[in-house]
C-alpha cells in the first residue's frame, strides 16, 4: 500500500477537494493523508464562502505529516493565495516525490479559487518541483496568457517547454462527441487520450479525481504516460457509475467506486 498526501481545498458537499481526493485513493486501494488550506461552504449549486487556513495552522499542518509518515506521492488543489503557496512549496522542495499540481483557480460554478499573486508563484516556484500539472483549457489559457483556443496544441508545448515539466491539457471544457487530454512532455512528446463523452450533470470533481488518479499511479511507478492513462479509465468509470445518481439539486460527484 501506497500513501498520498493531498493538499487542497475541503469541500463540504464532498464533491471535489480534499474529500474526492480520499474517495479516490481509497477506491484505488491506497492511503491518503490530507492537509487542508481551505474550508469551503459550498453545495451542488455553488461555493457560498471560502475562509484560507491561516499559514500557521497550514505549516503546523505540513509538519505532523511530513515528520511522521512516509509519501510516496503528492497532489496539490486549491492554493488560495501566495502566502499559503509560499508555505508549501517550502516543504515540498525537500520531498523526493512525483508531485501532481492540479492548478485550481475557479470553482465550476466560478467562484475564484486562487488570486493573481499566488497563480504567478505557483507558476516560477511549484511547477519546476512537479512531475505533472493538470490545467482544464481555460486554466491553460490563463498560464500562457493566452486568449484563443484556436492553437491548444500550441499552448501545450509553450508551457511544458517554459516550466520544463509535463502538463495534461482536459479537454472536459471542449465541445462534441469525444473528450481529448493531451500530455505534452517538456521533451516534445505528447500522448492523446481520446473518450467518448458521457451526457451527465454529475461532473463536479473531475480534476480533483483525475489529479489524484495520476499521482497515486505515479507512486505505484508507473511511467507518467502510463499514469494518466489510467487515471483517465478511473475518470470515465467514475462518471458513468455517477451520472444517475440523485445527490444535490445542481452538478452531483462522480463515483470512483
Not at 500513501?3 to 469541500?11: E, K, P, R, W
Not at 501532481?100 to 516556484?125: F, K
Request: hydrophobic share 40%; net charge negative; charged share 15%.
Amino acid at each position: 500500500m501506497k500513501t498520498i498526501l493531498t493538499i487542497a481545498g475541503s469541500d463540504s458537499c464532498a464533491g471535489a477537494g480534499i474529500q474526492q481526493d480520499l474517495k479516490t485513493i481509497s477506491a484505488l486501494n491506497h492511503y491518503a493523508v490530507t492537509v487542508t488550506t481551505a474550508l469551503t461552504a459550498q453545495n451542488t449549486c455553488g461555493v457560498r464562502k471560502v475562509m484560507r487556513v491561516p499559514e500557521d495552522m497550514l505549516r503546523a499542518q505540513l509538519e505532523a505529516v511530513l515528520s511522521d509518515i512516509h509519501i510516496d506521492a503528492v497532489k496539490t488543489g486549491m492554493i488560495p493565495d501566495e502566502e499559503s503557496a509560499k508555505v508549501i512549496v517550502s516543504f515540498l522542495k525537500h520531498v523526493e516525490v512525483p508531485i501532481v499540481c492540479d492548478p485550481v483557480m475557479l470553482s465550476t460554478s466560478g467562484t475564484p479559487l486562487m488570486d493573481d499573486n499566488c497563480i504567478a508563484y505557483i507558476q516560477g516556484e511549484l511547477f519546476p518541483l512537479c512531475a505533472l500539472v493538470t490545467p482544464n483549457i481555460p486554466e491553460a489559457m490563463r498560464l500562457s496568457s493566452s486568449t484563443t483556443v484556436d492553437n491548444l496544441e500550441r499552448v501545450g508545448h509553450f508551457l511544458a517547454s517554459h516550466h520544463a515539466t509535463s502538463f495534461l491539457l482536459k479537454g472536459g471544457h471542449g465541445i462534441g462527441n469525444v473528450m481529448r487530454d493531451v500530455l505534452f512532455c517538456p521533451d516534445g512528446h505528447t500522448y492523446v487520450y481520446s473518450s467518448p463523452k458521457i451526457i451527465t450533470s454529475n461532473l463536479h470533481g473531475t480534476g480533483c479525481t483525475l489529479s489524484s488518479a495520476v499521482a497515486t499511479f505515479l507512486a505505484e511507478g508507473l511511467p507518467l504516460p502510463k499514469a494518466v492513462e489510467n487515471a483517465k479509465l478511473l475518470i470515465d468509470s467514475a462518471i458513468w457509475k455517477g451520472k444517475d445518481l440523485h445527490i444535490g439539486k445542481g452538478n452531483g460527484p462522480l463515483w470512483p467506486f
